[in-house]
């Protein structure tokens, strides 16, 4: 049974191939944190007009027809996340609008939202659909993208992308607690190729061994407090000179999933996405959960 008391896990679902396995991660991450499991459907095309007719509704035979689609689309979708998860409690939703704007308001409604890497009618080069992207950017709680089955080992590790003295804190609450969850070390990745830290050792005349000693020490003091709060959490450490983006994706093929913070170190205000959220989000072959 799950704990009403708590915000449920909300899964965006459209009838796709995506969909399905990112129903059955979003059920087990249901199971995991004791929360009902709401699965939701935005159907956009009751909104549809009859062309050239932008002011005349489209006959009500196709408005039910496909209303009717989405139900069984949803039933489909319960059935899938009960076999993932036996007894677990789980409710289906239909809402009229466009899948965006409808997951985004609902992801204050929950604590986690998750979606499928594409939808259909996905075209081959976009890795990640426009939804997950929208939702990742504009949403109110963390957002979890799932491209595929879930293929990992059981004890492959979570990794967290750290880059902020102050910032991350989201990040790594998501990650300490999804680590704990599964039991799994944590794998914690900095780097430092910013123009800050390099024109610091130009300054300073320090070698690259210095600024690497000097980067690691940093990660440790980052992450001892929460190591504190999570005692049970294995931390590993992973410091090197790269670019963020290229070395959280050379940790993910190793992982079951990825946490990174809506945006990075020098994110500017009106960027709602940081690039190396963006890059994850299109290249990671792991699921992704962007947090914030």
Same mark, same amino acid.
């Given at each position: 049974?799950?704990?009403?008391?708590?915000?449920?896990?909300?899964?965006?679902?459209?009838?796709?191939?995506?969909?399905?396995?990112?129903?059955?991660?979003?059920?087990?991450?249901?199971?995991? *944190?004791?929360? *009902?499991?709401?699965?939701?459907?935005?159907?956009?095309?009751?909104?549809? /007009?009859?062309?050239?007719?932008?002011?005349?509704?489209?006959?009500?035979?196709?408005?039910?027809?496909?209303?009717?689609?989405?139900?069984?689309?949803?039933?489909?979708?319960?059935?899938?996340? *009960?076999?993932?998860?036996?007894?677990?409690?789980?409710?289906?939703?239909?809402?009229?609008?466009?899948?965006?704007?409808?997951?985004?308001?609902?992801?204050?409604?929950?604590?986690?939202?998750?979606?499928?890497?594409?939808?259909?009618?996905?075209?081959?080069?976009?890795?990640?659909?426009?939804?997950?992207?929208?939702?990742?950017?504009?949403?109110? #709680?963390?957002?979890?993208?799932?491209?595929?089955?879930?293929?990992?080992?059981?004890?492959?590790?979570?990794?967290?992308?750290?880059?902020?003295?102050?910032?991350?804190?989201?990040?790594?609450?998501?990650?300490?607690?999804?680590?704990?969850?599964?039991?799994?070390?944590? *794998?914690?990745?900095?780097?430092?190729?910013?123009?800050?830290?390099?024109?610091?050792?130009?300054?300073?005349?320090?070698?690259?061994?210095?600024?690497?000693?000097?980067?690691?020490?940093?990660?440790?003091?980052?992450?001892?407090?929460?190591?504190?709060?999570?005692?049970?959490?294995?931390?590993?450490? /992973?410091?090197?000179?790269?670019?963020?983006?290229?070395?959280?994706?050379?940790?993910? %093929?190793?992982?079951?999933?990825?946490?990174?913070?809506?945006?990075?170190?020098?994110?500017?205000?009106?960027?709602?996405?940081?690039?190396?959220?963006?890059?994850?989000? %299109?290249?990671?072959? #792991?699921?992704?959960?962007?947090?914030?």
């Amino acid at each position: 049974m799950s704990d009403s008391s708590v915000k449920p896990v909300i899964v965006g679902i459209d009838g796709s191939a995506s969909a399905v396995h990112a129903v059955r991660w979003a059920a087990a991450e249901a199971h995991r *944190r004791n929360a *009902r499991l709401r699965i939701a459907y935005a159907d956009v095309l009751s909104l549809v /007009y009859i062309p050239d007719l932008p002011g005349y509704p489209l006959p009500e035979p196709y408005v039910k027809a496909a209303q009717q689609q989405g139900k069984e689309w949803l039933h489909r979708a319960a059935d899938n996340a *009960r076999v993932e998860v036996e007894g677990l409690d789980v409710v289906t939703e239909l809402h009229v609008g466009p899948a965006s704007s409808v997951l985004i308001r609902l992801s204050q409604e929950a604590q986690l939202m998750v979606v499928g890497s594409r939808g259909l009618g996905g075209f081959t080069g976009l890795v990640a659909g426009s939804v997950a992207v929208a939702l990742s950017a504009h949403g109110h #709680c963390p957002v979890a993208m799932v491209r595929g089955p879930d293929t990992a080992l059981p004890d492959a590790p979570v990794v967290v992308g750290v880059d902020s003295p102050t910032g991350n804190e989201s990040a790594l609450t998501t990650a300490f607690e999804s680590a704990a969850s599964r039991g799994v070390v944590l *794998r914690a990745v900095h780097t430092w190729n910013s123009l800050d830290t390099d024109a610091q050792w130009w300054a300073d005349g320090q070698g690259w061994d210095t600024v690497q000693t000097d980067q690691e020490r940093w990660l440790a003091e980052r992450l001892a407090g929460w190591s504190e709060k999570y005692p049970d959490v294995e931390v590993e450490r /992973y410091v090197s000179h790269d670019k963020p983006a290229k070395a959280l994706l050379q940790h993910a %093929q190793v992982a079951q999933l990825v946490v990174v913070g809506a945006r990075g170190r020098g994110g500017f205000t009106g960027l709602l996405l940081g690039s190396t959220s963006q890059q994850l989000l %299109q290249n990671a072959p #792991c699921p992704v959960v962007v947090a914030r």
